[in-house]
């Protein structure tokens, strides 16, 4: 019999107030579900979450020229930089043991190649340099000034010295200035030569061929989930069929059969001829720029923007329509009025899907787009396999995160994530 005075305490079976007992079991039930996705916590955490922390980091860190010419560091910071004149016979000294004991265990190349981002030529003369390097007597040869400069011309150029004390600090702001077509210089920040300013255009087309690639999405892939979402079951089975069959085909065989087909004398084109759409000497170019990437990745993608909406048609009683009808709404008006309100968040899902997934492509903007179709992605790909630059490749993928999380963020506050629904 429980209790009902007011200072009464409602005990469980054991003799636990029930308060007590009920917060235990709230607790033992949280940590039994912790322990249970814990595996895929840490999975995660290790092969996800590190990695990408750990590359977006070298967007900053700037350490191998300190760690490989600590004494040059040293010495330099006391040398006016903006005077025009070369450091004194102290850092000259400094440096030749710096690329001495860096040449002895083989670690000149990496500054070397470090400070070559900055200035084309500057490898060479780091290892021509550390090759007779190997050879001097730190306590007997000298005056080292006058040794280096023989060695290299480049070691009497200000510029040089100016590169290594501009970059000699831990961390850096270099390779964002350099993602945003800038670099930093002894006098601060300066926009790079025109010859060289190729990112801001790729981050610009990126974004603007993203949008294109979602919106053409939109506009094929609505009639197709509004088929399946009010055709009879056979049939919306079989077209939804076609809609997945992409799916089970290679990405790089679907990308390398449009290379096949948008070329000039490929399908597309011999089908226009023969049509005589256009005339046999005047054969459109669809591949290798804009048009081909636009075209391949609309196809690649258009499975995403239609899956989101078809769940969420699906869920639009076809009463509604019937409603709007009886009470005098034309065709047109009951759809836009009644349905297409309704589609709104699953457009919006398949949106972000898409755009997200755009913005992101590597594959299919390298094999058809060309110099003129490839995105910013394949700039970073570049820098990261070919010329190992893996700060400005970290610092090109942050901007372009903080471009997404902005631009997701926008869609926020316009239309309201909230109002993203796959689907129930």
Same mark, same amino acid.
């Given at each position: ?7 009464? &305490? ?57 760690? &490989? ?11 006016? @930089? ?54 001097? /007597?730190?306590?007997? /040869? ?42 930093? &210089?002894?006098?601060?920040? /300066? ?65 390398? @059969? ?23 000497? @005047? ?134 994530? /909230? ?6």
């Amino acid at each position: 019999m429980v209790n009902s005075s007011p200072n009464s &305490t409602l005990l469980s079976a054991d003799g636990t107030p029930l308060k007590k007992s009920l917060s235990r079991s709230l607790r033992q039930q949280k940590i039994r579900a912790l322990l249970l996705i814990s595996p895929l916590l840490i999975f995660i955490l290790v092969a996800f979450i590190m990695p990408i922390v750990s590359m977006l980091s070298r967007s900053v860190e700037n350490d191998l020229v300190s760690q &490989t010419l600590p004494a040059t560091v040293s010495a330099i910071q006391s040398w006016d @930089a903006l005077s025009g004149e070369l450091p004194d016979e102290l850092v000259y000294k400094a440096f030749a043991q710096d690329i001495q004991n860096a040449a002895k265990v083989k670690v000149h190349t990496k500054v070397a190649l470090r400070l070559n981002y900055e200035k084309s030529g500057i490898a060479s003369l780091f290892k021509k340099t550390a090759r007779k390097a190997k050879k001097w /007597d730190m306590e007997t /040869d000298g005056p080292f000034k006058e040794k280096l400069i023989k060695v290299h011309k480049g070691w009497g150029e200000v510029e040089v010295w100016q590169i290594i004390k501009t970059h000699s600090p831990r961390y850096t702001s270099g390779y964002f200035l350099n993602a945003i077509d800038m670099r930093k &210089t002894a006098e601060g920040a /300066d926009f790079q030569p025109e010859d060289k300013t190729i990112l801001i255009k790729l981050f610009q087309r990126t974004l603007v061929m993203s949008l294109i690639i979602t919106f053409s999405c939109i506009l094929l892939g609505y009639p197709v989930a509004w088929l399946l979402a009010n055709l009879p079951m056979r049939q919306a089975n079989l077209l939804m069929i076609l809609v997945l069959l992409p799916f089970w085909t290679s990405l790089l065989v679907r990308t390398s @059969a449009w290379k096949v087909m948008l070329q000039q004398q490929g399908v597309i084109n011999d089908i226009l001829v023969q049509l005589s759409l256009v005339s046999d000497d @005047a054969r459109l170019i669809m591949i290798n720029n804009e048009i081909g990437t636009i075209v391949a990745m609309t196809h690649i993608l258009l499975p995403f923007m239609i899956l989101p909406m078809y769940s969420v048609m699906q869920t639009i009683p076809p009463s509604y329509l019937r409603a709007a009808k009886s009470l005098g709404a034309t065709n047109w008006t009951a759809f836009w009025r009644v349905y297409f309100p309704q589609s709104i968040p699953g457009i919006g899902a398949g949106s972000i899907l898409v755009f997200i997934l755009a913005i992101g492509y590597y594959i299919t903007p390298e094999i058809v787009g060309g110099t003129k179709g490839v995105f910013i992605s394949n700039r970073i790909a570049y820098h990261i396999l070919k010329s190992l630059n893996w700060g400005l490749a970290a610092a090109l993928g942050t901007i372009l995160l903080v471009a997404v999380l902005i631009l997701y963020w926008t869609y926020d506050k316009i239309v309201g994530i /909230d109002n993203v629904k796959l689907g129930g």
